[in-house]
């Protein structure tokens, strides 16, 4: 072994580029489907060992960060290739149209975000001495990095480093206490154990004392986190369902043909048909449906323009039924003189009542780049580009995050399509809500990753969050999932039918809602500590 890490810590040029590009694209066995957790302990000590290599072949401050941003860059190359090549089918949905943009979704995302890594990297870089501290200064390191990726630009922290340690159910309860960043501190300096104990160039025979203690501390951590984690599954088994029930419609409508007009009035009959049928299509009627939920954008029209539709939806909502549906919806602004201004539209979701009105609605906030609207939009506009979703002027997005309170339900979250990913931009201020319901289309991505990460991602905010989340899909994936994370009940991917559950309850304020970004600044500043400590002591 320690000639493998010495021949590792050696790579220069190309080889060393492949490697970790290698090592980054490896790592995504950690995350959905897969949740090969431990595979990190692999890839992630690889990295602190071409990190190492570098750093010795280099004296200078900037030398080394340049040598070791250049093995983040690489890495993260690798990881977000690897993780995210599902964005490029949303590019063949109107191929004719927008398949020449592949390249953008294919590298220069990949290659954009590697840059976050990169930079973490070169912080570790700066950082880096001989023994236990140089792990902690890439914790530190590639935990700013991804609170920078979740952040700048509209952020985007999608796979976050952290949810490599929510493979499983037990796992993924630390969520509640620490959050997903604060989880990316444990999981990074978790994997480099085996760099604490094989360390190239290493002047002492055998293995140091910090070095002992370091993964002697790291695996109590994870067989105690495990264990608690199993110990707070035995008390979800004591919730009780809150007498909500739901119906959660997945038509699974093929996104190429969704806004096709010859089609509009099939697919909302479709609606109709699984709305009444219920589970596996059996005619269950709606009786007992409190609440019907249809996902993200259902209807290829707008729903609230259109009186027959509106008519139909009323004939098929029992009384007291609530319906709630992810629709796009436009506003005009007019001239003094009463003619068009500008026509907005959002991406909203309606609470409709058993006439079809809509009592409440809610516009998506967070808009996805690229896909909802451009940056600079009139100026690309103006040159002939278009967002995927082909709305002219983009779509506006809405004021301020919001909470809804349907009649017969307690009050909830809208969450639409990757709103569900930013942990920290959940809950409305000075609001107390009961669960989330995360509306969303992933048929732009097809039969790929894409769709199950999104999932787990939204399992692991109804953890943070110790709130019930439902999610209603096009397709991929609709579920009911309780506050600790688990499926209550669930479809497959691809698969066209309906979900009946009561609403579980929510569960006790968690420790992520009551301190949020108090708890990672405090595990940063911890590892900040430890790191000054060892420094001094040159370990």
Known sequence: MSRAVETIAGLTGWPRRIVAAAMGAISILAFAPFHLWYVPFFTISVLVWLIDGGCART??????????????WFF??????????????????????FAWLMPLAILVLPAGLAIFFAAGAAVAGAMWRPGVSRLLALTLGLFLAEVARGSVFTGLPWNTLGYAL???????????????????????????????????????????????LYALVMVCVLAGGWAWG??????????????????????????????????????????????????????????????????????????????????????????????????????DTLRHDGSL????????????????????????????PFGEYLPFQQLLESIGLEQLTRVRGGFTAGS??????????????????????????????????????NVTNDAWFGISLGPYQHLHQARVRAVEQGLPLVRAANTGISAVIDSYGQNVASLQLGERDA?????????????????????????????????????????
């Open 230 to 331: 199993g110990a707070r599954l035995d008390k979800a088994q004591e919730t009780t369902p809150s007498g909500v029930r739901l119906r959660v419609i997945q038509p699974n409508i093929p996104q190429s043909e969704k806004w096709k007009p010859e089609n509009a009035a099939e697919i909302f009959q479709s609606y109709l048909r699984a709305s009444r049928e219920g589970p596996s299509r059996a005619p269950a009627g709606l009786e007992g449906v409190t609440h019907l939920i249809w996902p993200e954008s259902a209807l290829p029209f707008l729903l609230a323009d259109t009186t027959e539709a509106l008519a139909a939806i009323a004939e098929l909502l029992p009384d007291g039924t609530i319906l709630l549906t992810g629709q796009a919806r436009a506003q």
């Open 166 to 212: 929510t493979a499983n159910d037990a796992m993924m309860q630390w969520a509640s206490l620490f959050g997903v960043y604060g989880l990316t501190c444990l999981a990074v300096s978790l994997f480099a154990v085996p760099a604490a104990i094989l360390e190239p160039g290493a002047k002492a025979p055998g293995i140091s004392t910090a070095a002992r």
């Open 400 to 437: 301020n995050r919001r909470y809804l309170t349907p009649a017969g339900t307690p009050a909830l979250v809208p969450l639409i399509c990757y709103e569900v990913i930013f942990p920290h931009d959940i809950r409305p201020e000075g609001s107390s809500p009961q669960w989330l319901l």
């Open 76 to 97: 993260g190359l690798g990881f977000f290739l690897a993780g995210m090549y599902w964005v490029a089918y949303s590019f063949l949905v109107e191929g004719e149209v």
């Open 499 to 539: 979900i009946d559950a009561n609403l579980p309850s929510a569960a006790e304020a968690t420790v992520f809602i009551q301190y949020g970004w108090g708890v990672e600044v405090f595990f940063a500043l911890f590892f900040l500590a430890c790191w000054s400590m060892l420094y001094r002591s040159r370990q």
């Open 59 to 72: 004296g200078t401050l900037r030398a080394r960060m340049r040598s070791a941003g250049a093995a983040g």
């Open 341 to 368: 201004k500008k026509r907005h539209v959002f991406n909203s979701l309606f609470v409709m009542d058993d006439r079809a009105q809509i009592v409440a609605l809610y516009d998506k906030v967070h808009l996805v």
